[in-house]
């Protein structure tokens, strides 16, 4: 029986899909995308029809139109970036898919419907940031979670991962379904747990006890994502966390989950220390290994001082045993640990005061913050006689020699003073004014009340945040908007890749930056930069370094201040970059708005350019960016001989100049290991070596994902290259690829800036 969608839709079309005409199916792709775009809603809804019949499942004919249609279609919307129009019809498509079963035979063969189902959505969610888009396929698409065919809901969980970057507040909808499938052993599901638990908060709350047993089973980059998403709980509801405090001191040992684990405990301690107090030797045992985790351990012990006077004095012992050999980032957070000491045991630290005060003589980095501990002490003397008895014993031994010199403090500057007059007399730390002590003050904002403040002693501390005296500009400004850092970064990754590296280098006439780029799963031998980099000479270094920057912080486990090696050596890129890089100094970058929509595209655009997207894709599951080879490790049988890439076959080639003019010839190309060789007539072969070969280009045409020609460069020759389909060409690019990677070990010599001076 004919159908009416045969008038409407295109010919070639109608007449394959009403008569299931596989002979003619494969004319299909010759039809322009443009020419069949219009008819594509009618083609699916045909479609729809023919696998919603009863004989579908047992006709290999009707399947194998229906898949080179499917097949076409996608690749149409794709094209013409038409999903908005036909996704309605997309959708229709995967309820009939749901109909019937999923489950893979016992040969591992998927049934037609879910060859069908996983087509579909492949290009639905390559175009996930479109939020109209999404909100009609998540209702469909989420039920495709409780299916049995374990391959098509690991895509899915891949997909809606995905979607939680933009779309997050659509999926919160969906979390008691979600929930069901990460308990009943989806655990890839977890990785989108904290982008939409802002947006269903309750879901998650209710089932914190089995997604914290959960971690035990999972992979390390799920029992991360789960160990961020209970931070975010802890920030909101530190006591129902409460109970897993021995789970969570369990994966301090974890270097990849430590930093976000001290922070849960941090929040933890500030609403019941008694729940840390059995961790305190692991939490100073760690400190001896990661001294990096300074600031949340000490946060955690200072809060177990508050207990009692016998945990005081343990924990006043620690941190005087740490002062003689701090450093200038952990003396200001061993003094903050005192500082918490000195609010609830005052007369336990008045004692210490001179040994503290020598170990931080001559150190103008912690001269506000060793005032400000010594003010406390004093404000509570007045009710603890004890403490006013160990203050007299200190001023005795300090005697006359700091009473010689006082700095005052005024606005925009600082000078040294020899009268008292403008100070209180009690004695305070001498602060000598020196080259890095004014640049730092130079970035604090100082005011009139900081000054009234130094000349009466009656008037309330004008910081809210001891930290604020101490980190500098950059530091403050990340700590503030440390949040906001993690969301865009967390969303931008998705899109971007970050450089591992920058590095600043000379040209003829200016000074360049490069960036390096590597494969963040790091496979083995299968890796294609397992050894060496993908190299990218920037023409926006701005915007990349700010990218660089926002991701350092995000990764970190608190702001980090210029003092930071990353961020120093960022710094002094920028800085070397001398006229190339405009008015704006390092500051005012990292401390703009964040890289807008247009400046993504720009830094988008320049990768496109040298084809990082050729070799690097996404891995959603993983949340980061891989080599094809170890985003598919399977393409190893099919693309490597022996371990050697290796193909063979015909192609059509072009090269030298004014190719527009010159006809294709069809040569022999054969690829194996270090060399291709190909005919150039009877008997006569040339031979072109991997090494020579600088870059493999696909060629593209508007948006294509599949490339119909590509292109090999040398120092002194360019090919043009096609093979006989879209899937040859892929094959011969992916091999090329890895040659040229493994005959690349070693990374070019660009003349790097080793030294910077008088910049």
Same mark, same amino acid.
Request: charged residues 20%.
């Given at each position: 029986?004919?159908?009416?969608?045969?008038?409407?839709?295109?010919?070639?079309?109608?007449?394959?899909?009403?008569?299931?005409?596989?002979?003619?199916?494969?004319?299909?792709?010759?039809?322009?995308?443009?020419?069949?775009?219009?008819?594509?809603?009618?083609?699916?809804?045909?479609?729809?029809?023919?696998?919603?019949?009863?004989?579908?499942?047992?006709?290999?004919?009707?399947?194998?139109?229906?898949?080179?249609?499917?097949?076409?279609?996608?690749?149409?919307?794709?094209?013409?970036?038409?999903?908005?129009?036909?996704?309605?019809?997309?959708?229709?498509?995967?309820?009939?898919?749901?109909?019937?079963?999923?489950?893979?035979?016992?040969?591992?063969?998927?049934?037609?419907?879910?060859?069908?189902?996983?087509?579909?959505?492949?290009?639905?969610?390559?175009?996930?940031?479109?939020?109209?888009?999404?909100?009609?396929?998540?209702?469909?698409?989420?039920?495709?979670?409780?299916?049995?065919?374990?391959?098509?809901?690991?895509?899915?969980?891949?997909?809606?991962?995905?979607?939680?970057?933009?779309?997050?507040?659509?999926?919160?909808?969906?979390?008691?379904?979600?929930?069901?499938?990460?308990?009943?052993?989806?655990?890839?599901?977890?990785?989108?747990?904290?982008?939409?638990?802002?947006?269903?908060?309750?879901?998650?709350?209710?089932?914190?006890?089995?997604?914290?047993?959960?971690?035990?089973?999972?992979?390390?980059?799920?029992?991360?994502?789960?160990?961020?998403?209970?931070?975010?709980?802890?920030?909101?509801?530190?006591?129902?966390?409460?109970?897993?405090?021995?789970?969570?001191?369990?994966?301090?040992?974890?270097?990849?989950?430590?930093?976000?684990?001290?922070?849960?405990?941090?929040?933890?301690?500030?609403?019941?220390?008694?729940?840390?107090?059995?961790?305190?030797?692991?939490?100073?045992?760690?400190?001896?290994?990661?001294?990096?985790?300074?600031?949340?351990?000490?946060?955690?012990?200072?809060?177990?001082?508050?207990?009692?006077?016998?945990?005081?004095?343990?924990?006043?012992?620690?941190?005087?045993?740490?002062?003689?050999?701090?450093?200038?980032?952990?003396?200001?957070?061993?003094?903050?640990?005192?500082?918490?000491?000195?609010?609830?045991?005052?007369?336990?630290?008045?004692?210490?005061?001179?040994?503290?005060?020598?170990?931080?003589?001559?150190?103008?980095?912690?001269?506000?913050?060793?005032?400000?501990?010594?003010?406390?002490?004093?404000?509570?003397?007045?009710?603890?006689? =004890?403490? +006013? #008895?160990? /203050? $007299? &014993?200190? %001023?005795? *031994? =300090?005697? +006359? #020699?700091? /009473? $010689? &010199?006082? %700095?005052? *403090?005024?606005?925009?500057?600082?000078?040294?003073?020899?009268?008292?007059?403008?100070?209180?007399?009690?004695?305070?730390?001498?602060?000598?004014?020196?080259?890095?002590?004014?640049?730092?003050?130079?970035?604090?904002?100082?005011?009139?009340?900081?000054?009234?403040?130094?000349?009466?002693?009656?008037?309330?501390?004008?910081?809210?945040?001891?930290?604020?005296?101490?980190?500098?500009?950059?530091?403050?400004?990340?700590?503030?908007?440390?949040?906001?850092?993690?969301?865009?970064?967390?969303?931008?990754?998705?899109?971007?890749?970050?450089?591992?590296?920058?590095?600043?280098?000379?040209?003829?006439?200016?000074?360049?930056?490069?960036?390096?780029?590597?494969?963040?799963?790091?496979?083995?031998?299968?890796?294609?930069?397992?050894?060496?980099?993908?190299?990218?000479?920037?023409?926006?270094?701005?915007?990349?370094?700010?990218?660089?920057?926002?991701?350092?912080?995000?990764?970190?486990?608190?702001?980090?201040?210029?003092?930071?090696?990353?961020?120093?050596?960022?710094?002094?890129?920028?800085?070397?970059?001398?006229?190339?890089?405009?008015?704006?100094?390092?500051?005012?970058?990292?401390?703009?708005?964040?890289?807008?929509?247009?400046?993504?595209?720009?830094?988008?655009?320049?990768?496109?350019?040298?084809?990082?997207?050729?070799?690097?894709?996404?891995?959603?599951?993983?949340?980061?960016?891989?080599?094809?080879?170890?985003?598919?490790?399977?393409?190893?049988?099919?693309?490597?001989?022996?371990?050697?890439?290796?193909?063979?076959?015909?192609?059509?080639?072009?090269?030298?100049?004014?190719?527009?003019?010159?006809?294709?010839?069809?040569?022999?190309?054969?690829?194996?290991?270090?060399?291709?060789?190909?005919?150039?007539?009877?008997?006569?072969?040339?031979?072109?070596?991997?090494?020579?070969?600088?870059?493999?280009?696909?060629?593209?045409?508007?948006?294509?994902?599949?490339?119909?020609?590509?292109?090999?460069?040398?120092?002194?020759?360019?090919?043009?290259?096609?093979?006989?389909?879209?899937?040859?060409?892929?094959?011969?690019?992916?091999?090329?690829?890895?040659?040229?990677?493994?005959?690349?070990?070693?990374?070019?010599?660009?003349?790097?800036?080793?030294?910077?001076?008088?910049?």
């Amino acid at each position: 029986m004919s159908c009416p969608v045969q008038f409407i839709m295109q010919e070639l079309f109608a007449l394959v899909l009403n008569d299931k005409d596989l002979s003619k199916a494969g004319e299909l792709f010759s039809l322009e995308d443009k020419d069949i775009q219009h008819d594509l809603t009618e083609v699916l809804e045909r479609i729809c029809q023919i696998v919603d019949s009863f004989d579908y499942v047992t006709s290999s004919n009707d399947q194998s139109v229906v898949e080179i249609c499917v097949t076409r279609v996608t690749s149409a919307i794709r094209e013409t970036d038409s999903i908005s129009s036909h996704v309605n019809a997309m959708i229709s498509l995967l309820e009939v898919c749901l109909k019937y079963n999923l489950q893979p035979s016992g040969k591992d063969e998927d049934p037609a419907h879910a060859k069908i189902a996983s087509d579909v959505l492949s290009c639905l969610f390559m175009n996930y940031t479109k939020k109209g888009v999404m909100e009609i396929a998540l209702p469909v698409v989420v039920q495709f979670l409780d299916c049995e065919n374990k391959e098509l809901v690991r895509n899915v969980s891949s997909y809606l991962s995905l979607a939680a970057i933009g779309c997050s507040s659509l999926l919160a909808s969906y979390m008691e379904l979600i929930i069901s499938s990460v308990l009943k052993g989806n655990s890839a599901l977890t990785l989108l747990l904290q982008k939409v638990y802002p947006d269903n908060k309750q879901v998650i709350l209710d089932h914190v006890p089995e997604l914290v047993r959960l971690m035990d089973t999972c992979e390390l980059q799920e029992s991360i994502s789960l160990i961020q998403m209970f931070a975010m709980v802890a920030k909101e509801n530190p006591r129902l966390l409460q109970p897993y405090v021995p789970v969570f001191c369990d994966y301090l040992k974890q270097p990849e989950m430590a930093p976000t684990v001290l922070n849960i405990l941090v929040d933890i301690a500030s609403v019941n220390p008694r729940s840390l107090l059995a961790y305190v030797t692991a939490l100073q045992t760690l400190l001896t290994v990661y001294p990096v985790y300074t600031e949340p351990a000490v946060a955690i012990i200072g809060s177990i001082a508050t207990l009692s006077e016998n945990d005081a004095k343990r924990s006043l012992q620690y941190f005087m045993g740490q002062l003689p050999n701090a450093d200038k980032t952990t003396l200001p957070l061993y003094l903050n640990g005192l500082k918490m000491i000195a609010a609830s045991s005052p007369h336990l630290l008045g004692q210490h005061m001179p040994e503290i005060n020598k170990h931080c003589q001559n150190k103008p980095y912690v001269a506000d913050l060793l005032h400000q501990l010594r003010e406390d002490l004093k404000k509570r003397s007045a009710t603890c006689p =004890e403490t +006013e #008895e160990m /203050r $007299k &014993k200190y %001023v005795s *031994f =300090e005697g +006359e #020699e700091l /009473r $010689k &010199k006082f %700095v005052t *403090f005024s606005e925009g500057d600082i000078h040294l003073s020899g009268s008292t007059s403008s100070l209180n007399t009690d004695p305070i730390f001498d602060r000598p004014t020196s080259p890095s002590f004014e640049t730092m003050v130079s970035d604090i904002p100082l005011s009139n009340s900081l000054t009234s403040t130094a000349t009466n002693p009656s008037c309330p501390s004008p910081v809210s945040s001891m930290k604020e005296l101490y980190r500098d500009v950059v530091q403050q400004f990340c700590e503030k908007h440390l949040g906001k850092i993690r969301v865009f970064i967390n969303n931008v990754t998705a899109r971007l890749p970050s450089p591992v590296k920058c590095s600043v280098v000379n040209g003829r006439h200016k000074r360049y930056v490069k960036l390096n780029f590597v494969c963040s799963s790091h496979r083995g031998d299968e890796c294609l930069y397992s050894n060496n980099c993908f190299v990218l000479i920037t023409h926006i270094p701005k915007t990349w370094i700010h990218l660089m920057f926002l991701a350092l912080q995000a990764k970190a486990i608190s702001a980090l201040g210029q003092q930071d090696t990353s961020v120093s050596c960022l710094k002094r890129c920028w800085d070397a970059l001398k006229s190339e890089k405009g008015p704006s100094s390092f500051l005012t970058v990292v401390t703009s708005s964040f890289p807008s929509a247009k400046d993504q595209d720009a830094l988008l655009h320049e990768l496109h350019s040298v084809r990082y997207f050729d070799v690097f894709e996404f891995n959603a599951a993983e949340h980061h960016w891989a080599c094809f080879m170890c985003n598919h490790p399977e393409k190893m049988v099919t693309l490597l001989q022996d371990g050697s890439p290796f193909i063979s076959g015909q192609l059509k080639e072009k090269k030298g100049r004014w190719k527009f003019l010159k006809r294709w010839k069809t040569r022999y190309f054969s690829l194996s290991g270090s060399n291709i060789t190909y005919s150039k007539g009877d008997s006569h072969k040339e031979t072109l070596p991997v090494s020579k070969i600088q870059s493999v280009k696909a060629l593209r045409k508007g948006i294509r994902d599949i490339p119909k020609a590509f292109e090999i460069f040398t120092a002194d020759q360019r090919y043009v290259l096609k093979a006989k389909d879209e899937q040859n060409v892929e094959q011969w690019v992916q091999c090329l690829q890895i040659a040229v990677a493994r005959s690349q070990q070693k990374e070019p010599v660009l003349a790097p800036l080793t030294s910077i001076e008088n910049q």
